[in-house]
C-alpha cells in the first residue's frame, strides 16, 4: 500500500490534547486524593469492577466479537459492548475495529496502524496522534456498519461513552459512598489506566515475550500481560489463530474474556464459539519449534541437517515396521479374544442346559417325597432335595457370571469387526 510516512501525517489535537493533559491530569488528582484523604478498598473495588466492565467491552465486544467474529452474541450482548466499549474511550467499534484488521492483514508493515516496528511508543499511543492512514474509509468492516447496533453507536458515541461513564461512577458512589473518591479513582484515574492497559497489547506484546506458535510477525505470548488485559497477553497465539474465541488457549491461561464467553455461551447469549482443533493448534506449535530446530541443526554445520534427515528415515522405517508387528499382534489378540468367548459361550450354554437338568430332578424328587410313606426314605430324599437345590444355587452363580462375561466380550469382539454394508439400525420396542 502506497502512503505518506506516518510522520508527515497532520497531528490529531483532541488525542493528543486527551493521552496527555488529561492522562497528567488524572493522575495527579489521584495522587492528590491519595496523599490528602487516603484511598480505601471502596474505591480499589469500585475502579477494578468498572475496569473489568469497560475492558470487557473492549476484549469480548470489540474485540474478540465485532473484528475477528470468533463468536455469535445475541443483540443484549452486543448493545452492551457497545455501551461499555464506548465507556473504555478507546474510539467507536466501527473505527476501532477497522484499525485492528489493519494491524492482522498487513502486521509489521506500513499499513499497519500500529506497526511495532517503529519503536514502542509509537504503537503504544503515537499512532493515535495522527491522522488515520486510510483517512477513515473503513472499507474493510463493511460488516459491522450494517448492524444497527454499531451504527447507532458511531453516531452518538460521545454522548453514550459520557452517560455511560457518569452512571457507573453515580452506582459506585450510591453504593459504595465517597463521591469524590468514586469520580477521581473509578471515573478518572480508571479511563487511563483502561486505556494504557489495551495499548500495551499493541507495543509491550510485540516486544516481550516467548513465541511458541508462529515468528512470522513480532507478537508475544506474554502471560504477565493476561493480569491486567482481561487475556489478552497471549498475542502470538492470537495471530496465529485469529478466529479462536480464546486468547489462552489452555484451560489454566488467565484468560477471563474466554470465561465470560463460555458462560453466556451456556445461558443463551452467545453461540458459534469458535475454536482452533486440538490437532492443527498441535501441527502448528510443532511446525514452528522444529523450525527452530533445524535452523540450529544449519548453523551448527557439518552437514547436521542431512544427517539429522538420514536419521528420521531410519527411525520411520523402524516404527513402519513396530507398527507392522502391531497390527500382526492385534489380529492375534482378536483370535485369542474369539477363543475366550468361545469358551465362556460353551461354558455357559452347558451351566444352562445343566440348571434344565437338575431342576427336573428336583421337580421329580419334590413329589416323590410327598408319595414317599417310609419316614426313613422321605429323609433320604429330603437330603437329595437339598443337595440338588445347593447345586443349582451354584450352577446359577456360575451360569450369571459366565453371562456377563460374554456380554463382555461379545461387545469387544464385535468391535474388532467392520460394519455390515447397508445394515439397518436395530429396532428397539418401547
Not at 36 to 64: F, M, N, Q, S
Not at 170 to 199: E, K, P
Not at 319 to 346: F, N, V
Amino acid at each position: 500500500m502506497q502512503r505518506t510516512e506516518n510522520t508527515r501525517l497532520p497531528l490529531v489535537w483532541l488525542n493528543v490534547w486527551f493521552l496527555t493533559a488529561y492522562a497528567a491530569m488524572a493522575v495527579s488528582a489521584a495522587v492528590w486524593y491519595g496523599m490528602t484523604v487516603g484511598i480505601t478498598w471502596r474505591e480499589v473495588l469500585a475502579c477494578l469492577v468498572i475496569w473489568a466492565l469497560t475492558g470487557l467491552g473492549i476484549t469480548a465486544g470489540y474485540h474478540r466479537l465485532f473484528s475477528h467474529k470468533s463468536y455469535k452474541a445475541h443483540a443484549i450482548a452486543r448493545f452492551s459492548y457497545a455501551v461499555l466499549g464506548a465507556a473504555a474511550i478507546q474510539n467507536n467499534a466501527i473505527a476501532w475495529c477497522s484499525d485492528h484488521r489493519y494491524h492482522h492483514a498487513e502486521t509489521d508493515t506500513p499499513g499497519d496502524p500500529y506497526d511495532a516496528t517503529r519503536g514502542f511508543w509509537y504503537s503504544h499511543m503515537g499512532w493515535i496522534f495522527l491522522k488515520g492512514l486510510r483517512e477513515n474509509e473503513y472499507a474493510n468492516v463493511a460488516d459491522l456498519r450494517a448492524d444497527p447496533i454499531l451504527a447507532w453507536q458511531q453516531r452518538n458515541y460521545f454522548a453514550i461513552l459520557l452517560v455511560t461513564n457518569i452512571l457507573l461512577v453515580s452506582i459506585a458512589g450510591l453504593l459504595l459512598g465517597n463521591w469524590l473518591g468514586m469520580i477521581i479513582i473509578a471515573g478518572f484515574l480508571r479511563i487511563v489506566l483502561v486505556q494504557h492497559a489495551t495499548f500495551l497489547i499493541n507495543s509491550a506484546a510485540h516486544c516481550w515475550g516467548t513465541q511458541p506458535w508462529s515468528n512470522a510477525n513480532t507478537s508475544r505470548d506474554n502471560w504477565f500481560l493476561s493480569l491486567f488485559t482481561l487475556g489478552e497477553g497471549y498475542h502470538n497465539y492470537h495471530h496465529a489463530f485469529q478466529a479462536d474465541y480464546r486468547n489462552g488457549p489452555r484451560w489454566h491461561n488467565w484468560d477471563p474474556t474466554k470465561w465470560l464467553i463460555w458462560g453466556m455461551g451456556h445461558v443463551g447469549l452467545a453461540s458459534g464459539l469458535r475454536r482452533t482443533p486440538a490437532e492443527v493448534v498441535l501441527a502448528t506449535r510443532f511446525e514452528e519449534s522444529h523450525r527452530s530446530f533445524a535452523a540450529r541443526l544449519e548453523a551448527w554445520g557439518e552437514h547436521k541437517a542431512e544427517e539429522w534427515s538420514g536419521l528420521l528415515q531410519e527411525k520411520k522405517g523402524q516404527l513402519l515396521h513396530r507398527r507392522d508387528e502391531l497390527i500382526l499382534s492385534i489380529k492375534g489378540e482378536r483370535s485369542a479374544l474369539r477363543d475366550r468367548l468361545l469358551t465362556t459361550q460353551a461354558t455357559l450354554e452347558l451351566n444352562l442346559q445343566e440348571l434344565k437338568a437338575l431342576r427336573s430332578s428336583l421337580r421329580e424328587r419334590a413329589r416323590s417325597v410327598t408319595a414317599e410313606t417310609s419316614d426313613e426314605w422321605r429323609r433320604v430324599v429330603q437330603r437329595e432335595i437339598r443337595h440338588l437345590r445347593r447345586n443349582i444355587r451354584h450352577v446359577q452363580r456360575s451360569a450369571t457370571a459366565h453371562y456377563h462375561g460374554w456380554e463382555r466380550l461379545a461387545r469387544e469382539y464385535a468391535a474388532t469387526l467392520p460394519a455390515p454394508r447397508g445394515a439397518l439400525a436395530p429396532v428397539v420396542s418401547p
